[in-house]
């Protein structure tokens, strides 16, 4: 008995100290974030300016400032042409220095799949092997009588983004290039024919971008009624004749068409009209076949493979240089057709689809209905294409080289977004800067939902993207709450869009943008200097989102079909519509595709990356195929719980007619009925349920319930909310083996004190904050249940980490959750202020009293653009008490913009959001203190100044002869840039420290 005991205590102790071995790790990891966790920048390049000074300085830069990876990408965007010729020996020579250069400070490259910000195509991609699409021509005659039958040639489409983005030499291929498919005739139905109407969409002519443009649909929908119409007002299929083979070299038919009224249509391929965009000029060409291996792989072979020759296989171990590729968001619009599509689709659909091609044009054969099914098995066949011979090539290519492929899923795609992403080995976002851009907040809960269901510990952002009228306004403090926002969607690296390759002298700053595009996030900002401090935030926030699984309850199944923009309800979102937050009850959503991989344990939808479910939520679509059908049977006859009404159709015309009664058979069974009930009824299948009926059934914008309805399933099956706070606080949870993780932010510039009731009970609840590293216990706590509830304090859009630690006893000497911080002294009085004098402000002035930059009458202050230096002494106040574990800290109040104390010779570190406070309890004095504070604000007001002199910059798209000659510059300007923002009018931008600036004393 006493050998079991001991048995019991080692294996007890020897499992707590795993544990805490584990924990350990954890928490260095989160002090001191290893390279993985780093944030990234797209590093743009501008049409030939570069050099191989300008790269290792930008890399050199990134590294200091904590930088981690990089999107490498050239485009030509309002920067005169360089003199290094795109994909010249030169310029593979200086890519190749790039990538010796970012394994040599272990920055990770992914390479964009071609020239441009979009797309995989280039001026190598002949016509033939490019996006094409199926038009063509009518011509309507009376039979009856030998007469010659002129067939025109069908013309285009216009391509999407106008012709003015075509070369000379592309506009003549495009114009120039047809190919011959088919030739059908058919009587001419007797009443006029009805059109299928947004046949453009629905036969994938065009998708226009979901984010920028309005009225854009997110999904097109499927129904199981149709009107009914006059069988003579469409086309009789069994009369249709393929004339094929009776098509002459000059357009004309050999054919004598019977008596009565026939209508001839000519079929034909022609591209698309898609270009790389916006490459660089020896970049510019048709983009790749999105349907054909042969034409994609001669693509990566022209770019990819050749810069791969030129760099060398990739070392996987290696921390550093190229390690993925990149698909960015699909900007190239849709394709139809490839000439192998009619094999492809009889192959995927069991059924050639010769004859329904005049649906192609809208026309209506056999019935409204038997056309829409047709266009929905032609999506689906190019989806198909698209994810296997596109995206999969990709993949399959980048993996021959030991290389990932990341993708943006999201805006023109004509797949379903969910689908597209679950290729990518990394799922991907974007979203822009909040009243800077789109809103594209839609993409981070694509991504988040792929890389969760698809068990990816890596989701990646586009982030900050920005536009027009962002002018170097943005900065650590600003983006904050956004950024925090992006964490709590399930985002975990932020790719800062953009660091634009500074290829000018370090003198010419802020120097060259990316036309009106980006936040501007590389070296020659103002307070990059000071920027480590806010990436160690980042970093460190980044590193524990990528530890574990993601906790959600609700998966919502998006409906089959293409193409598909994934929403969830809107009433599952809290807050604004850029930046929604997630409500209690955690979700994601998931694509058919996904679904078939999961299983059920214990009453939960289980994937094999580990994330799990305890409620499927169907779309409100009447149509499903048989296949998926019988999966999601299969799933709640092994105990899955599953909210929505049956379908009553297939959605295509695969197995038609007998696969409408399969669906409704297999609907019978798993539902009990047909029949929708006017109340919400459970039904048991199996071990599993479907809950239907009543309100659940009820939709106005949305394909899912009201979240209220299905937060009261959940409740009934006794699972409380993940989290409750009062509306000011936002969250995300992991969780490990031996730790719940929530992420907590304060989506509010207003101090928060509220209570906080999180799911778990798993251990002791420590507070980890990312911006010091530090982490200590939350001792104040009430445990009832399932629930842990805390009494926690948040400062403006301050945010940090709850973590309940398994079998880790907490570390604390008093048993409050938060301190409260008394003002001991305030540092009132003169200040000596350094400015730089090169650009424009004077080396010494006194401050009689802390003021805004731009209220000081000296314009070299004015208009000042940099860092300034405060300095003061002081002393301690006398009889400042001194108990044990008690702080001391210097608060700056308002700063505008950021930041890095300095006292008695000791760097405390940089100060960028709120609280703006520094701990200087190891490096004060009693007496005689040396304050230094450097500040730096933005470069705006120092560019207004400017506009008061001369403009010496870029003219008609050419250089300035100063510039390009090496003549002095005579304008007295102190900034220069490629692209303009402001004028001598425009607003000035509050500058400086402004305080109060205070000592202050914690009560533990």
Same mark, same amino acid.
């Given at each position: 008995?006493?050998?079991?005991?001991?048995?019991?205590?080692?294996?007890?102790?020897?499992?707590?100290?795993?544990?805490?071995?584990?924990?350990?790790?954890?928490?260095?990891?989160?002090?001191?974030?290893?390279?993985?966790?780093?944030?990234?920048?797209?590093?743009?390049?501008?049409?030939?300016?570069?050099?191989?000074?300008?790269?290792?300085?930008?890399?050199?830069?990134?590294?200091?400032?904590?930088?981690?990876?990089?999107?490498?990408?050239?485009?030509?965007?309002?920067?005169?042409?360089?003199?290094?010729?795109?994909?010249?020996?030169?310029?593979?020579?200086?890519?190749?220095?790039?990538?010796?250069?970012?394994?040599?400070?272990?920055?990770?490259?992914?390479?964009?799949?071609?020239?441009?910000?979009?797309?995989?195509?280039?001026?190598?991609?002949?016509?033939?092997?490019?996006?094409?699409?199926?038009?063509?021509?009518?011509?309507?005659?009376?039979?009856?009588?030998?007469? @010659? %039958?002129?067939? +025109?040639? =069908?013309? $285009?489409?216009?391509?999407?983004?106008?012709?003015?983005?075509? #070369?000379?030499? &592309?506009?003549?291929?495009?114009?120039?290039?047809?190919?011959?498919?088919?030739?059908?005739?058919?009587?001419?139905?007797?009443?006029?024919?009805?059109?299928?109407?947004?046949?453009?969409?629905?036969?994938?002519?065009?998708?226009?971008?979901?984010?920028?443009?309005?009225?854009?649909?997110?999904?097109?929908?499927?129904?199981?009624?149709?009107?009914?119409?006059?069988?003579?007002?469409?086309?009789?299929?069994?009369?249709?004749?393929?004339?094929?083979?009776?098509?002459?070299?000059?357009?004309?038919?050999?054919?004598?068409?019977?008596?009565?009224?026939?209508?001839?249509?000519?079929?034909?391929?022609?591209?698309?009209? @898609? %270009?790389?965009? +916006?490459? =660089?000029? $020896?970049?510019?060409?048709?983009?790749?076949?999105?349907?054909? #291996?042969?034409? &994609?792989?001669?693509?990566?072979?022209?770019?990819?493979?050749?810069?791969?020759?030129?760099?060398?296989?990739?070392?996987?171990?290696?921390?550093?240089?190229?390690?993925?590729?990149?698909?960015?968001?699909?900007?190239?619009?849709?394709?139809?057709?490839?000439?192998?599509?009619?094999?492809?689709?009889?192959?995927?659909?069991?059924?050639?689809?010769?004859?329904?091609?005049?649906?192609?044009?809208?026309?209506?054969?056999?019935?409204?209905?038997?056309?829409?099914?047709?266009?929905?098995?032609?999506?689906?066949?190019?989806?198909?294409?698209?994810?296997?011979?596109?995206?999969?090539?990709?993949?399959?290519?980048?993996?021959?080289?030991?290389?990932?492929?990341?993708?943006?899923?999201?805006?023109?795609?004509?797949?379903?977004?969910?689908?597209?992403?679950?290729?990518?080995?990394?799922?991907?976002?974007?979203?822009?800067?909040?009243?800077?851009?789109?809103?594209?907040?839609?993409?981070?809960?694509?991504?988040?939902?792929?890389?969760?269901?698809?068990?990816?510990?890596?989701?990646?952002?586009?982030?900050?993207?920005?536009?027009?009228?962002?002018?170097?306004?943005?900065?650590?403090?600003?983006?904050?709450?956004?950024?925090?926002?992006?964490?709590?969607?399930?985002?975990?690296?932020?790719?800062?869009?953009?660091?634009?390759?500074?290829?000018?002298?370090?003198?010419?700053?802020?120097?060259?943008?990316?036309?009106?595009?980006?936040?501007?996030?590389?070296?020659?900002?103002?307070?990059?200097?000071?920027?480590?401090?806010?990436?160690?935030?980042?970093?460190?926030?980044?590193?524990?989102?990528?530890?574990?699984?993601?906790?959600?309850?609700?998966?919502?199944?998006?409906?089959?079909?293409?193409?598909?923009?994934?929403?969830?309800?809107?009433?599952?979102?809290?807050?604004?519509?850029?930046?929604?937050?997630?409500?209690?009850?955690?979700?994601?959503?998931?694509?058919?595709?996904?679904?078939?991989?999961?299983?059920?344990?214990?009453?939960?939808?289980?994937?094999?990356?580990?994330?799990?479910?305890?409620?499927?939520?169907?779309?409100?679509?009447?149509?499903?195929?048989?296949?998926?059908?019988?999966?999601?049977?299969?799933?709640?006859?092994?105990?899955?719980?599953?909210?929505?009404?049956?379908?009553?159709?297939?959605?295509?015309?695969?197995?038609?007619?007998?696969?409408?009664?399969?669906?409704?058979?297999?609907?019978?069974?798993?539902?009990?009925?047909?029949?929708?009930?006017?109340?919400?009824?459970?039904?048991?299948?199996?071990?599993?349920?479907?809950?239907?009926?009543?309100?659940?059934?009820?939709?106005?914008?949305?394909?899912?319930?009201?979240?209220?309805?299905?937060?009261?399933?959940?409740?009934?099956?006794?699972?409380?909310?993940?989290?409750?706070?009062?509306?000011?606080?936002?969250?995300?949870?992991?969780?490990?083996?031996?730790?719940?993780?929530?992420?907590?932010?304060?989506?509010?510039?207003?101090?928060?004190?509220?209570?906080?009731?999180?799911?778990?009970?798993?251990?002791?609840?420590?507070?980890?904050?990312?911006?010091?590293?530090?982490?200590?216990?939350?001792?104040?706590?009430?445990?009832?249940?399932?629930?842990?509830?805390?009494?926690?304090?948040?400062?403006?859009?301050?945010?940090?980490?709850?973590?309940?630690?398994?079998?880790?006893?907490?570390?604390?000497?008093?048993?409050?959750?938060?301190?409260?911080?008394?003002?001991?002294?305030?540092?009132?009085?003169?200040?000596?202020?350094?400015?730089?004098?090169?650009?424009?402000?004077?080396?010494?002035?006194?401050?009689?009293?802390?003021?805004?930059?731009?209220?000081?009458?000296?314009?070299?202050?004015?208009?000042?653009?940099?860092?300034?230096?405060?300095?003061?002494?002081?002393?301690?106040?006398?009889?400042?008490?001194?108990?044990?574990?008690?702080?001391?800290?210097?608060?700056?109040?308002?700063?505008?913009?950021?930041?890095?104390?300095?006292?008695?010779?000791?760097?405390?570190?940089?100060?960028?959001?709120?609280?703006?406070?520094?701990?200087?309890?190891?490096?004060?004095?009693?007496?005689?203190?040396?304050?230094?504070?450097?500040?730096?604000?933005?470069?705006?007001?120092?560019?207004?100044?400017?506009?008061?002199?001369?403009?010496?910059?870029?003219?008609?798209?050419?250089?300035?002869?100063?510039?390009?000659?090496?003549?002095?510059?005579?304008?007295?300007?102190?900034?220069?840039?490629?692209?303009?923002?402001?004028?001598?009018?425009?607003?000035?931008?509050?500058?400086?420290?402004?305080?109060?600036?205070?000592?202050?004393?914690?009560?533990?």
């Amino acid at each position: 008995m006493h050998r079991v005991f001991i048995s019991v205590l080692v294996l007890g102790s020897c499992y707590l100290n795993a544990v805490n071995a584990q924990i350990s790790k954890l928490k260095q990891g989160f002090l001191h974030p290893p390279d993985s966790a780093k944030p990234g920048v797209y590093w743009y390049f501008m049409d030939g300016n570069m050099s191989a000074r300008s790269i290792s300085e930008d890399l050199e830069a990134m590294k200091k400032a904590g930088i981690g990876n990089l999107v490498f990408l050239e485009v030509n965007v309002g920067i005169p042409r360089g003199k290094v010729e795109f994909l010249s020996d030169e310029w593979q020579e200086l890519f190749a220095h790039a990538v010796k250069e970012s394994k040599r400070l272990g920055i990770e490259i992914t390479l964009g799949i071609g020239p441009g910000w979009t797309g995989s195509g280039g001026p190598w991609v002949p016509i033939e092997q490019s996006m094409q699409h199926l038009v063509s021509s009518t011509v309507n005659i009376a039979g009856g009588g030998k007469r @010659a %039958i002129n067939l +025109p040639i =069908p013309a $285009p489409k216009p391509p999407y983004f106008g012709e003015g983005a075509f #070369t000379p030499e &592309l506009k003549k291929q495009w114009d120039d290039f047809y190919e011959d498919v088919a030739v059908l005739a058919y009587p001419t139905p007797s009443l006029p024919s009805s059109k299928i109407t947004d046949i453009d969409e629905k036969a994938l002519y065009y998708r226009a971008p979901y984010s920028s443009v309005k009225g854009v649909k997110q999904y097109l929908p499927t129904v199981a009624e149709y009107k009914d119409m006059p069988k003579n007002a469409a086309i009789d299929k069994s009369k249709i004749i393929d004339l094929t083979d009776k098509l002459r070299a000059d357009g004309t038919l050999n054919w004598t068409a019977p008596k009565g009224n026939w209508t001839i249509i000519r079929f034909g391929r022609r591209n698309n009209g @898609a %270009i790389t965009r +916006p490459a =660089p000029v $020896p970049g510019l060409g048709f983009e790749a076949d999105k349907f054909d #291996t042969v034409a &994609l792989n001669a693509h990566l072979d022209n770019y990819v493979g050749k810069l791969v020759n030129k760099t060398g296989r990739p070392d996987v171990g290696e921390a550093g240089g190229l390690k993925r590729l990149h698909m960015d968001s699909w900007e190239m619009g849709a394709q139809n057709w490839t000439p192998h599509f009619r094999e492809e689709f009889k192959k995927r659909r069991g059924y050639d689809p010769l004859p329904y091609y005049p649906v192609y044009a809208g026309n209506v054969v056999e019935s409204e209905e038997i056309s829409e099914r047709f266009l929905w098995d032609l999506r689906q066949t190019a989806q198909e294409l698209v994810l296997e011979n596109h995206a999969g090539q990709v993949k399959k290519y980048a993996h021959k080289f030991g290389l990932e492929l990341s993708i943006e899923p999201y805006d023109m795609n004509p797949t379903a977004d969910l689908e597209l992403g679950s290729v990518a080995d990394v799922p991907m976002a974007e979203f822009w800067n909040k009243g800077l851009g789109f809103n594209s907040s839609f993409s981070c809960i694509e991504a988040t939902s792929i890389g969760h269901v698809n068990g990816k510990s890596l989701v990646p952002a586009e982030a900050f993207t920005a536009q027009d009228n962002e002018g170097w306004k943005q900065y650590p403090g600003a983006m904050k709450n956004q950024g925090d926002w992006a964490f709590a969607t399930g985002i975990n690296r932020f790719v800062y869009h953009t660091f634009q390759n500074q290829f000018l002298a370090d003198s010419l700053r802020p120097g060259a943008t990316m036309g009106p595009y980006g936040v501007h996030w590389d070296r020659n900002q103002t307070w990059w200097p000071m920027v480590g401090g806010y990436h160690d935030y980042i970093s460190r926030c980044q590193y524990i989102l990528q530890q574990g699984q993601a906790v959600a309850d609700i998966l919502y199944l998006s409906p089959e079909g293409s193409p598909h923009v994934f929403r969830p309800p809107s009433s599952a979102m809290d807050g604004d519509l850029v930046l929604p937050d997630r409500k209690g009850y955690n979700f994601d959503g998931c694509s058919p595709g996904q679904l078939y991989k999961a299983i059920v344990k214990n009453k939960k939808i289980v994937f094999p990356g580990g994330s799990s479910y305890r409620l499927l939520v169907l779309p409100a679509i009447k149509t499903m195929t048989p296949a998926l059908l019988q999966k999601i049977t299969s799933l709640v006859n092994d105990g899955a719980v599953v909210v929505g009404a049956p379908p009553l159709k297939s959605p295509g015309l695969s197995g038609y007619p007998s696969c409408d009664e399969q669906v409704r058979t297999i609907s019978r069974s798993l539902w009990g009925t047909l029949q929708e009930p006017s109340e919400q009824i459970t039904h048991t299948y199996g071990k599993g349920k479907i809950i239907w009926g009543g309100s659940l059934d009820t939709q106005i914008n949305d394909l899912y319930p009201e979240y209220d309805l299905t937060a009261q399933i959940l409740k009934s099956m006794n699972v409380e909310q993940d989290f409750t706070a009062d509306g000011q606080l936002r969250y995300t949870h992991r969780y490990t083996d031996d730790m719940d993780i929530y992420f907590v932010s304060n989506r509010t510039d207003q101090v928060v004190q509220t209570d906080v009731s999180f799911r778990s009970v798993k251990g002791h609840a420590q507070l980890w904050d990312p911006i010091t590293g530090e982490s200590r216990a939350l001792p104040e706590c009430v445990v009832k249940g399932q629930l842990t509830t805390l009494p926690l304090k948040f400062d403006a859009y301050q945010s940090y980490f709850v973590c309940f630690v398994n079998n880790v006893l907490p570390v604390s000497s008093t048993n409050k959750n938060f301190s409260i911080n008394k003002v001991v002294k305030t540092l009132a009085g003169p200040w000596l202020v350094s400015f730089d004098p090169k650009w424009g402000g004077p080396p010494n002035i006194v401050f009689n009293e802390l003021k805004d930059w731009t209220q000081r009458t000296e314009e070299g202050i004015k208009y000042y653009s940099g860092t300034a230096v405060y300095h003061k002494i002081f002393d301690l106040p006398r009889n400042l008490s001194s108990k044990e574990n008690q702080r001391l800290y210097l608060d700056l109040g308002e700063i505008k913009n950021m930041g890095r104390v300095i006292l008695n010779g000791k760097n405390l570190g940089v100060t960028w959001t709120a609280p703006f406070r520094v701990d200087i309890t190891n490096a004060v004095l009693e007496k005689q203190n040396h304050l230094e504070i450097e500040v730096v604000n933005l470069w705006p007001n120092r560019l207004i100044g400017d506009e008061n002199f001369p403009d010496d910059g870029i003219n008609n798209g050419k250089w300035p002869d100063w510039l390009t000659k090496g003549l002095p510059r005579t304008s007295h300007r102190f900034t220069f840039s490629t692209y303009k923002f402001y004028t001598k009018d425009s607003p000035l931008l509050k500058s400086g420290l402004i305080g109060p600036v205070t000592i202050q004393q914690s009560d533990f």
